[in-house]
């Protein structure tokens, strides 16, 4: 929560908002007049749209866009979120080159309306036209909708190319801590112990981390896993080091971007990971582990890795066959069936 209190703060003095509708003005007039139009358009999103936007090539829109899409300039920016997006938790300014808009752009008044306004008819916004993108938080940003998010799944070409590294500067950036904050939000609702960048169609050297619920297991249960609670963290740019001394644990593991499947993947049992916090500061990590294997599965993850790709799979089962047929089994008898 203190990462988005200093963004909020930041995006409180971006913009006020103003109710009173200005006319056109001359200048627009002309532009219309001569075909030309102004350089930069401007379009408003739902967070949600946005963020669908960022994972495709073309902005993702609501259904008031599916006639024609609406565009407004700089000097009508104000007036529009004063009358449409005053109570959205969050909404994103796209400043748009409307050089490379794809379609027939009109300038022309809504009907029954004087003020007139830039329309893109049989066209789309291409993800190349938007040259700057800006998130306005007017509510925290666990209050929203996030957690309903889409995880990628398995077959997208995301999950399977090295991630990039992020500078200090991107870390501490706003865009990077709302990044955080969402993945958070969907790892939760997901629910799952981590969520790689890549699972939300982000190719970045960042994950987040927390095992905290465990009322679906017995004592001996996480004991044998060597499982406890982990609070919420984040690693980024991690380097991973095998303790290979402590040997291997073979376990069942999924993943939320190969949904329904599990299967039993040797992990090694203890790992140092040498990675960057969310503030950008350096950390050691020692695990060892239920702790050890989360780490190394995301950080597989960050490298284009997943867990099908080290599973024993003659093991690999549906969830919902596990808990019928193979639950009360030992990893050991559950090989030796599936293998026969
Ligand atoms: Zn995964």
Redesign the pocket.
Known sequence: MKNWLTIACLCAVSLSLVGNEKPATNEEITIEETNQFPQYLYKILSLRNWQATERSKTAQLSAEDDAFIHFSTQDQLERLIGKYWADAPQFVILKIDSQKLEGRLVFETNPGGTTQYYHLYDGFIPFSSIVESKIIYQQPIDTCDLQKLDIVQIGHPVLRQVARELSVEEIVSPEIQNLIEIMKATMRAAP?V???AP?IGKPLQLAVIEDMDHSHLNAEQLAVRDRHPIPFHVIINPRLYIEESAGDAEFFE?????PEFIGIVPRAKSVRVECLNERGEPVVIQAKGWYARILQ??I??LNGT??IDKAQLSTLMTVENYVKLHKDKSVQEIQTVSTK
Do not use: R
């Open positions: 799952g981590g969520l790689a699972q999924g993943c939320l971007s190969v599965h995301e597989d993850h997943l867990y």
